[in-house]
């Protein structure tokens, strides 16, 4: 994923976040973390390796990294990260917009920044079929959707619940 100067606060929140949860083999010193935020600050890190890495250091064992073609983790699922969508064509919410899901193969953990409420949103969705062609995801954030009342997904409360499904 590029990242350009208008999105790199996003990076930052995300990383700020992420930086918690990452297995602390990977941050051995205090000191790494104010690298990291720095780095993060100017861009310079992607974000959904640091996603990566700290939903499979929390899933309790469940899965492991793999990073191929058309998935991220040993049991098929793929980390998307996103940040809330608020176009004025959106009407007054924002949208969760999860794209690049033509070739997965399991489920998604979605993880999504609303910036306008300065908080995560954290949703499994294992069912997409039906907009496979379209190669997006699109649902109302905080609202009612298939993609988070339980038919085709759910939301969850906290990142390590997340993780651990």
Same mark, same amino acid.
């Given at each position: 994923m590029a990242t350009t100067d208008a999105t790199v &606060?996003?990076? &930052? #929140?995300?990383?700020?976040? %992420?930086?918690? +949860? %990452?297995? =602390? +083999? /990977?941050?051995?010193?205090? @000191?790494? &973390?104010?690298?990291?935020?720095? %780095? =993060? @600050? +100017?861009? /310079? /890190?992607?974000?959904?390796r640091f996603y990566e890495f700290a939903l499979a250091g929390n899933s309790k064992g469940k899965y492991a990294m793999c990073s191929e073609d058309a998935r991220d983790f040993t049991d098929d699922s793929d980390a998307k990260s996103v940040? &809330? !969508?608020?176009?004025?064509?959106?009407?007054?919410?924002g949208k969760v917009l999860v794209t690049g899901i033509g070739n997965k193969v399991? =489920? /998604?953990?979605?993880? #999504?920044?609303?910036?306008? =409420?300065? !908080?995560?949103h954290y949703y499994f969705i294992f069912d997409y079929e039906s907009v496979r062609d379209y190669g997006r995801i699109e649902f109302p954030v905080g609202g009612n959707s298939k993609y988070n009342n339980g038919e085709c997904g759910f939301e969850l409360n906290t990142f390590n619940e997340l993780a651990e499904m």
């Open positions: &606060v996003f990076d &930052v #929140a995300f990383i700020n976040e %992420l930086v918690q +949860h %990452l297995p =602390a +083999h /990977l941050i051995s010193d205090p @000191k790494q &973390v104010d690298t990291i935020k720095y %780095l =993060a @600050k +100017h861009g /310079l /890190l992607q974000r959904d940040t &809330v !969508n608020y176009r004025e064509s959106n009407g007054s919410g399991g =489920a /998604l953990r979605v993880m #999504a920044y609303d910036p306008a =409420a300065e !908080n995560f």
